[in-house]
């Protein structure tokens, strides 16, 4: 089955600085590659999300980029701030039809320092 | 429109004892997906279900069980519970559209195994 690496585990940035987050994964049929914050005792929420057919996809201060060649996907933040100290999860599935498991990846906390 | 809703929120348990856990989907989605959380694991994907069909299953042991019902609801059983099992247990719920695999968590239910 799938398999998802995520690294770093823990990730400390001074406000304002920018926060970068890898996943790598293992399935080439993987196709839907989403990334989940969540806050301290929240539920996990979807923050972006990026399809094999894309290369790059942006919000505001957020962007993802996909290497399907590599099997790998990355989580970019830029202009931190302390709100966006959370959990971040990567995740990875065949999605369409009628599979909707992901694959998670274990988490990167991210601190950023006022 | 409300959210996922979980019950109960908070619950403890001695090993040995089952515990069931109720989920309740978005008005409209009909896939329902559970995931155990824990802080060295992430979140691991216990199964899915849509239309009261498990179309999905993790690598969980057979104690973990779980239905879903005509309206959508669903419930997760763990039956002799182990210390192990202690962790924040989160459904979510999708639409069953092709063009987007967002999942839509609930709040969890937090077991704790003594």
């Known amino acids: 089955g799938e398999n998802v690496e995520q690294h770093p585990s823990t990730l400390s940035v001074q406000e304002g600085d920018s926060a970068v987050i890898k996943c790598t994964y293992s399935d080439s049929a993987s196709n839907y590659f989403p990334w989940y914050k969540q806050e301290l005792g929240k539920r996990p929420q979807l923050i972006i999300d990026i399809r094999s057919n894309v290369g790059e996809k942006k919000d505001q201060r957020i962007a993802v980029t996909l290497n399907k060649t590599a099997k790998h996907f990355s989580l970019h933040i830029t202009e931190t701030q302390p709100e966006d100290s959370a959990v971040y999860f990567c995740?990875?599935?065949?999605?369409?039809?009628?599979?909707?498991?992901?694959?998670f990846g274990k988490g990167t906390l991210l601190t950023v320092n006022p | 429109k409300a959210g996922v809703t979980q019950t109960p929120r908070y619950l403890i348990k001695t090993r040995g004892q089952q515990v069931t856990l109720s989920c309740s989907p978005i008005?409209?989605?009909?896939?329902v997906s559970w995931y155990q959380q824990t802080p060295g694991q992430g979140l691991q994907f216990l199964f899915e279900y849509f239309s009261e069909t498990q179309r999905n299953k993790g690598n969980f042991p057979g104690r973990f069980s779980g239905r879903q019902f005509s309206n959508s609801r669903s419930e997760m059983n763990v039956s002799t519970l182990e210390l192990g099992d202690s962790a924040l247990y989160l459904c979510a719920s999708s639409r069953p559209s092709p063009d987007t695999g967002e999942l839509f968590f609930g709040e969890g239910s937090r077991l704790t195994v003594l």
């Open positions: 995740a990875a599935s065949v999605s369409g039809g009628s599979n909707y498991k992901l694959t």
């Open positions: 008005s409209g989605h009909r896939s």
